[in-house]
């Protein structure tokens, strides 16, 4: 996949916060390729065991030369519901490529940023109803909240 002009530059890799990014995407370049529950269905009807080729061939995709894992709650989310936060209305612009700081393994995960009063926010899915009071970890119970909003409600952030 190759970095369109359109992609924010930046010089890669750079460290942001905890982790460290190699490119930025579009979102159209990313939300059409997470898992649906379709593929969900395909995969389980067929028993296609989770490691194997034909798994990784079904839910990773290659960006930047690296294999993705593109099922993920969080992706499934933006990918339902929408790239806008709940409680400010800032929007998801790009993607960053990004791996853990202190992660060894060359393993990268997308990150959803937006811009808010001129500054690179990270938007995150939030529990509607918190874990720690019984929240289960479904899509029914996630919406989608800029960092900022995520921290003024007072909820841990989970990747
Ligand atoms: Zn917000």
Same mark, same amino acid.
């Given at each position: 996949?190759? =970095?369109? +002009?359109?992609?924010?530059?930046k010089? @890669?890799? @750079? ?5 460290? #990014?190699i ?9 059409? @390729? ?5 593929? !969900? #269905?395909y995969? /389980?009807?067929? +028993?296609?065991k /989770? ?10 995709? /290659?960006?930047?030369?690296?294999m ?8 499934? =989310?933006?990918?339902?519901? &929408?790239?806008? %936060?709940?409680? %400010?209305?800032?929007? &998801?612009?790009?993607?960053?490529l ?6 060894? #393994?060359? #393993? ?5 940023? &937006?811009?808010?009063d001129?500054?690179?926010? =990270?938007?995150?899915? *939030?529990?509607i109803?918190?874990?720690?009071? &019984?929240?289960? *970890?479904?899509l029914?119970?996630?919406?989608? !909240? %800029?960092?900022?909003c995520?921290? =003024?409600k ?6």
């Amino acid at each position: 996949m190759n =970095l369109n +002009k359109d992609v924010i530059m930046k010089t @890669f890799p @750079f460290i942001h916060g905890q982790y460290i #990014r190699i490119a930025e995407y579009k979102i159209e370049d990313v939300l059409p @390729f997470v898992v649906s529950d379709r593929i !969900m #269905r395909y995969i /389980k009807e067929h +028993k296609i065991k /989770k490691g194997s080729p034909e798994y990784i061939k079904i839910t990773e995709k /290659k960006y930047d030369g690296h294999m993705v894992k593109m099922m993920s709650q969080r992706y499934q =989310l933006f990918a339902k519901q &929408g790239i806008t %936060c709940v409680q %400010c209305g800032v929007v &998801g612009q790009y993607f960053g490529l990004e791996k853990n700081k202190n992660e060894e #393994r060359e #393993r990268y995960h997308f990150n959803l940023y &937006g811009i808010k009063d001129g500054v690179e926010t =990270l938007i995150t899915k *939030d529990h509607i109803l918190p874990k720690s009071k &019984g929240g289960k *970890d479904t899509l029914k119970n996630y919406q989608v !909240m %800029c960092f900022e909003c995520n921290s =003024l409600k007072g909820d841990e952030y989970e990747d």
